[in-house]
């Protein structure tokens, strides 16, 4: 197949240097342009650029890819199939008819759950069980094309969405390779796909900074998710008055573990017990494992209690 490939960040990577390694041929990698330079030293290049410039792919960046000279160069290439993956754009119908077959794209999510532009966190904010890939077949509708194929996989206990979303790239990798060979067989005119059940349909918006606070009025559980969920980007958080005459001190919580101690007269988000570092939620109690005061190094809840005077019954907001 002669295909175009459209990606940018990492979550690509694997599933395009299948498809060159497969021997498919690659007539152009499409991704962002790369963002205005604040410093000498600059951003380093997006995944999927650095891996085009490393494989000597030619790489076109433009700053809209719906528009008539950006079609005009992608019609150019008289491609088979369009693949894209954490490309960040949607596609205008004139992008999809640049190539034969139209386009594919690799999500991360079991698709018709967590549509958008963060399923993987979303998956697991939402304490999901298990999750998956998809390969769509592309419509005009944000993810909203007929499946191809999906591989299920069970979430960790302790796994971050950064984690779970390099094991979802890897995963994907064989996926995409069947569904490419599935469309290589296909006549462009009969139903191909299973299409999306709209009553299961869930949105998978992109993170803020703002839903980042821990909320202790939650479940143990749902605390954990949370933390997990919010990694690498942008870090759960709680603030924590450590001296009266200074403002709360903010903690990036980047790790907890359930703790055994029962704070039965405290309320969610107080100190339960100031030597282990354990917070009363609404179901129980989870003990701070690893965090990052800000302006400082990442340390061991025991590390930072070591340095800090804390007491039963202090709020952490």
């Known amino acids: 197949m002669r295909v175009i490939l459209m990606g940018t960040g990492p979550f690509a990577v694997p599933t395009f240097d299948a498809i060159c390694s497969a021997g498919h041929e690659v007539a152009l990698v499409v991704t962002k342009p790369e963002p205005p330079v604040k410093s000498r030293k600059g951003p380093p290049p997006a995944p999927v650029r650095q891996w085009?410039?490393?494989?000597?792919?030619?790489?076109f960046d433009p700053e809209n890819v719906n528009d008539v000279d950006?079609?005009?160069t992608l019609n150019r290439q008289a491609a088979d199939l369009l693949v894209v993956c954490d490309y960040g754009r949607i596609l205008k119908p004139e992008v999809l008819e640049s190539s034969t077959l139209g386009?594919?794209?690799?999500?991360?999510?079991?698709?018709?759950?967590y549509r958008g532009a963060a399923p993987v966190q979303r998956a697991l904010l939402?304490?999901?069980?298990?999750?998956?890939?998809?390969?769509?077949?592309?419509?005009?509708?944000?993810?909203?094309?007929?499946?191809?194929?999906?591989?299920?996989t069970e979430i960790r206990s302790d796994e971050t969405a950064g984690e779970l979303e390099e094991r979802l790239a890897d995963l994907g990798v064989a996926l995409t390779l069947e569904c490419i060979d599935q469309l290589s067989q296909w006549?462009?005119?009969?139903?191909?796909?299973?299409?999306?059940?709209?009553?299961?349909?869930?949105?998978?918006p992109r993170l803020s900074k703002s839903e980042a606070a821990i909320d202790w009025n939650r479940t143990s559980r749902e605390?954990?998710?949370?933390?997990?969920?919010?990694?690498?980007?942008p870090v759960a958080f709680a603030q924590l008055a450590v001296r009266p005459d200074k403002p709360p001190l903010r903690l990036a919580i980047l790790?907890?573990?359930?703790?055994?101690?029962?704070?039965?007269?405290?309320?969610?988000?107080q100190i339960v017990d100031p030597q282990e570092f354990t917070v009363a939620t609404q179901d129980g109690s989870l003990r701070?494992?690893?965090?990052?005061?800000?302006?400082?190094?990442?340390m061991t809840g025991q590390e930072f209690v070591r340095g800090h005077q804390l007491s039963r019954g202090t709020s952490l907001s």
Do not use: Y
């Not at 939402?126 to 299920?152: K, N």
């Not at 701070?288 to 990442?298: H, S, V, Y």
């Open 52 to 59: 085009a410039v490393g494989r000597e792919l030619p790489v």
């Open 70 to 72: 950006a079609v005009e």
């Open 103 to 113: 386009g594919i794209n690799l999500h991360g999510s079991l698709l018709p759950a």
């Open 126 to 152: 939402s304490g999901d069980r298990e999750t998956g890939v998809s390969v769509i077949h592309i419509t005009p509708r944000l993810d909203a094309g007929p499946v191809l194929g999906q591989q299920v």
């Open 187 to 204: 006549d462009g005119q009969t139903a191909i796909g299973t299409a999306q059940e709209a009553a299961k349909v869930s949105k998978a």
């Open 223 to 233: 605390i954990d998710c949370h933390v997990r969920g919010m990694q690498p980007w």
């Open 255 to 269: 790790q907890v573990s359930p703790a055994d101690c029962e704070p039965t007269d405290l309320s969610p988000g």
């Open 288 to 298: 701070i494992d690893r965090l990052r005061p800000a302006g400082k190094r990442e």
